[in-house]
Each structure stands twice: as C-alpha cells, then as structure tokens.
C-alpha cells in the first residue's frame, strides 16, 4: 500500500481522471469534478481506486459533497493518516 500523502494522492488522481478521460490540463487542486466531467460512475471508480492504492475507504457521498479535487485530496490524506 502506498504512503498517503497529498503528492502521492494528486499523482494517482491526475493518472485516474486522465484515464477516465479528463484534459489533464485541467486537472488542478481548486477544480470541480463538473469542470473535470467526471460524472458519479467515475465517482465510483475512483473511489475504488482510492481504496486499492491507499487502503482508505470513500463513499460515493464523500466525495460527491465536496467541492473540489483538493478537498478530496485532504479528505483521503486525513483519512489515512
């Protein structure tokens, strides 16, 4: 499992939301998962992912309720940490 820290969470979540298809040229702290058009399925998904790579569990309300990448981010980190 990989040490969570928010360089390490940013980097899975910029390769994840690339993958999902993403403009990683968006792909910032203070972005929306709207400006991202990331809908609830990749919500989902990258809830898994979260999940597999860091050993923290996120429901689809936790991050559906915030409002940016950075505010997941620091959820995952202070949840693993």
């Not at 790579?53 to 409002?67: A, S, T, Y």
């Amino acid at each position: 499992m990989a040490a969570v820290t928010a360089e390490a969470v940013e980097a899975k979540f910029s390769e994840a939301l690339a993958e999902m298809g993403s403009d990683p040229e968006k792909f910032a702290r203070d972005a929306t998962f709207e400006d991202l058009d990331v809908d609830s399925l990749d919500l989902v998904e990258l809830a898994q992912i979260v999940e597999e790579e860091f050993g923290v569990e996120l429901r689809g309300d936790d991050v559906k309720d915030v409002g940016t990448v950075g505010a997941v981010i620091d959820l995952v980190v202070a949840r693993g940490g």
